[in-house]
Each structure stands twice: as C-alpha cells, then as structure tokens.
C-alpha cells in the first residue's frame, strides 16, 4: 500500500482529484484493448473487403505484367500506367484502412475516452534516469505485463493447435481440389483462422480492463489529510467562510434598514419584533414586508421609524406572524389581509386626526382575524 507523510491512502479520490488527473492525461487505458480492437477489424475487413482487394491487385498485376515493348520504353505511358494501377488499387485499400483506423480509434479511447493533455506530452527527464527505469522493469506493473505475455502466447498457441487439429480434414481437402478452388479455399480456412485467434485474445482483454480500472483507481486513492486540505481548498477555511456569511449579513442588513424609511407602518412586539410594511397601491398588489427584525434588531427598526417620523403600531399576534410567515420583499399571506387593513385603516385615520379631522381612532390587537395555521 502506498504511502504519504505516514498515512495510507485509503480514500477514494474525489472529483476534483479525478478531473486534475483527466487534465493531466491520467485515465485508465488498456494497451490489449486497443491492440485486439486493431487485429479483430484487420481480419474482419479481409474477410468483408479482402476478395475486392485481391482482384483489384489481380488485374493491377495482369496489366504491369503484359506490357508491350513500346510501353516499357515510353516513360509516359508508362507513367500513366502506374497512375492507373494506384488508382484501381487505392479503393479497396480505403476501405481496409479506414476501417482499422476507425477501430484503433474506438479501441484506444473505450477505455478512458478522448483525453488530450498538453502536459502528457510534454518531456520528462525523469524517465531517463536508469534507476527509475530499473524500477519499473523488476515493479509490480511489469509482473502483470510479463505474466499477460505468457497467457498470450499460451492462448494463441492453444487456439492454434485447436484450429488446426479441427481443420485436418479441410487440408486433406486441399491436395484433392484443383486451381483455383484450393487456392481460395486456403484463403477461406487463413482467414477464419487469423479472425479466431484475435478473438481468442478477448480474454485477455476481459482481464485487463478491470486491472486497469482497479489500477488507476489504487493509484489515485488519497489519504484522510489530503481529503480535508482538498475540502478545504474547494469549501474555504471555516473562519473565512464564517466571515465572509457576517459580512453578508451586515451587507443585508444594511440594504434591509435603508428601506425603513420607506415603510408606511411598523407592526411591532413591542419588546422582540418590529415588521416595517410598505403599501403603494401604484406599485403593489398587497402590502410588502421591507424590514423585520428580533430584539436588537428590532429596537433599530423603531429608532429608524421614530427619525422618520413612521408610525408604530403595537399588535403581538400580528407581528409574530408576519415576521414567521412573509421573507423580505415578499407580500403578506392573503390570511393576513384583512388584519393588516385594519392597521393601515388605522394609520390613515390616525394621519386625519393629526391634520385635526375626526376622532382619536382605536385599534384592538385582540380583535384582528388571524388564521390558526398563521399564529406563532
């Protein structure tokens, strides 16, 4: 188990681990995967393209092969002949290479995807130090890879011998048959041969991938420190962060007594809440909540609406719901409609009285229509 300042890596890497290794051009690969991906197509493209590709060569080689005199001592024609053969070749060729390309490419990146890293490809001398390289010949990796040549070599030769042993009859066939017949019927058993045993190597490709897997994974694992210095780099230090929060409440809280003034009453517990309400009905469908507050904060409330010059309602029940119940700059609870009328009825009249019109209104908190679910 590998080891780090003392401590064993026993924790799975996290996100962020694996997206720095992914960047760095870290990601599980299988070298069999991709090689067998390469010999499988090879033998299936023969097998799809291979009598295109041998009559095209065929008649490439009737026509170099039964030129004239004239032809082979005219450089021009004998130039355009080349030309011709290329080109009558060159298709069936395209459709071989494209399809090995095109499973080299999907062999090489099954296993990990399409990683490209500028920092992989950078060079490291590292690598050509000898004892590093001593190293990874007589390490762990290079058992695994020394006992996947042994398992090769022993599975292509049983499956050979299998093959062969089972096909003793086709070759007595061959002695028998004439030309062309045995000719193709050769090429028919190397083919189904040669396609067999690349498919036998999918063993060893069953076998490699979850090493990889499990081996890039072992490689990644992080100790319980590297864990919380990452979560500490990711998250912040717990006193920064319990900073930063008060002075987001500060920032908040200034915003919110900056809107007092702006209230049109101020509902309060007399000795924990005060709600600070605006209403302009140009603007506001239901009365806004712009302040709330508890003790402290609630004092503040009252001193900003005694500088203004906005009035103070006391009304408990009202207060306590408002404040449970409605966030900043959100509209009360229609449960609370009715109640907060009769307040702002009451500021109204109150507001006439002082101009010196009617009488002295009264405002009963005991009397407001407050709903259950709404009291607090």
């Known amino acids: ?10 924790e799975q890497a996290t996100p962020r681990r694996l997206q720095q290794a992914r960047e760095k051009g870290q990601v599980p690969r299988s070298r069999e995967l991709a090689s067998v991906a ?30 004239s005199r004239e032809e082979v001592l005219d450089f021009n024609k004998l130039l355009s002949l080349t030309g011709d053969a290329i080109l009558h070749i ?25 990683s490209i890293s500028t920092e992989a490809a950078r060079p490291k001398f590292s690598r050509m130090n000898p004892l590093s390289g001593l ?11 020394l006992v996947k040549s042994i398992l090769k070599v022993a599975l292509v030769a049983g499956v050979a011998y299998f093959l062969m042993y089972s096909s003793l009859e086709d070759f007595f066939q061959l002695s028998i048959e004439t030309y062309p017949g045995n000719y193709f019927h050769a090429l028919d058993i190397l083919l189904r041969f040669v396609l067999l045993i690349c498919c036998s190597l999918l063993v060893v490709v069953a076998i490699d991938v979850p090493f990889q897997i499990w081996q890039h994974n072992e490689q990644l694992k992080m100790t319980k420190q590297e864990v919380k210095d990452e979560y500490k780099d990711v998250e912040g230090k717990p006193e920064v962060k319990g900073r930063i929060r008060m002075l987001q409440r500060e920032m908040a809280q200034r915003r919110m007594m900056a809107e007092v003034p702006k ?38 409330i009252r001193e900003i609406a005694n500088e203004y010059k906005i009035d103070i309602v006391p009304a408990p029940p009202l207060a306590r719901s408002i404040y449970h119940s409605t966030e900043l700059e959100q509209q009360i609870p229609d449960g609370l409609f009715a109640a907060v009328a009769q307040v702002l009825a009451y500021v109204f009249q ?3 009285y002082r101009r010196g019109h009617g009488k002295r209104p009264k405002l009963s908190p005991v009397a407001m229509d407050i709903p259950p679910e709404l009291r607090h």
């Open 350 to 352: 109150l507001k006439q």
């Open 90 to 114: 060159l298709w069936p060729l395209m459709l071989v290479l494209v399809f090995l390309f095109v499973a080299a490419l999907i062999g090489a990146s099954a296993l990990g995807g399409i």
């Open 38 to 67: 390469v010999l499988v197509a090879g033998a299936v493209s023969l097998m799809w393209f291979g009598e295109m590709l041998a009559i095209a060569m065929s008649e490439v080689m009737r026509k170099l092969f039964s030129l």
């Open 1 to 10: 188990m590998a080891e780090s300042d003392g401590q064993e890596r026993t």
């Open 263 to 300: 209230a049109d009453v101020v509902i309060t517990n007399p000795e924990h809440f005060s709600v600070a309400l605006r209403y302009d009905p140009k603007l506001d469908r239901a009365p806004v909540v712009v302040a709330k507050g508890t003790d402290h904060m609630a004092m503040k």
């Open 135 to 145: 190293k990874r010949m007589v390490g762990k990796q290079s058992a695994v890879e």
